[in-house]
């Protein structure tokens, strides 16, 4: 298969949170090391592995653009090339602080005011790198729309790839994947409220896009660069 490539919020390696995260997801994108899990918020390890088994393929990150396949008669020198164009052409985004919050059934750091400059950062690079991008799989819409999606979601997922962009779009650094139990949801989100409050004190900008890629169909992502955003 086709390596698979995404553009992210990612924090710098020494960023407090970046070490935090790589040992509760159990993955660092950053260095490809892997952490076992521990047990926490009155859970066994085993459970914090299950429960953080989506988010840790991917390290910890903010979606700008998803994942996706490069085009046929493109290749990774091209995204390069129109990655550093992109970052020459926008600023860096200072993000409102971050908090843990609930999102569905899963746990996440989301700004806790509304941001239109990442807003509209990551609607850019939404348009800006779609022409690289290969079309959409019927398995991967397939798998999109399982999730249940509005009229206007399933539009962007034809003509995007993916239906969370735009209006729909939420910058989140997912910690969790779902956890469909509400005491146990309430337990592990106090456990991290509490974890990254001292981590938090410190914000976070958004200084470059992070480019992301998966090597393997089933393998995790891993950083393949920074590209600074200096517009």
């Known amino acids: 298969m086709a390596p698979r490539f995404a553009l992210y919020a990612a924090p710098p390696a020494n960023h407090p949170l970046h ?9 660092d994108a950053e260095s490809g090391e892997s952490h076992d899990a521990q047990p926490a918020a009155g859970l066994p390890a085993e459970r914090i592995a299950a429960i953080t088994a989506e988010p840790r393929r991917y390290g910890l990150h903010g979606t700008l653009k998803p994942p996706f396949r490069l085009r046929h008669g493109c290749d990774e020198g091209m995204l390069i090339v129109a990655l550093e164009q992109f970052a020459a052409a926008h600023a860096p985004v200072r993000l409102p602080p971050l908090q843990v919050a609930v999102l569905g ?16 950062l990551a609607g850019a690079c939404v348009q800006a790198f779609d022409a690289l991008r290969a079309p959409s799989s019927e398995t991967e819409l397939a798998r ?30 997912t910690l969790t994947g779902r956890i469909e139990d509400a005491a146990e ?15 938090l004190r410190r914000g976070l900008d958004v200084e470059d896009i992070c480019l992301f890629v998966q090597m393997q169909s089933d393998g995790p992502f891993r950083v393949a660069g920074r590209y600074r955003l200096t517009g």
């Open 105 to 120: 059934s899963f746990i996440a750091l989301r700004p806790s005011l509304p941001c239109p400059d990442i807003d509209a």
């Open 185 to 199: 949801r309430a337990a592990v989100l106090a456990h991290l409220t509490a974890q990254t409050a001292p981590l």
């Open 19 to 27: 070490g935090f995260a790589a040992r509760w997801l159990g993955w």
């Open 144 to 173: 999109r729309r399982s999730a249940g999606l509005t009229a206007r979601q399933d539009a962007n997922l034809i003509q995007w790839g993916y239906p969370y962009v735009f209006e729909d779009f939420r910058l989140h650094f």
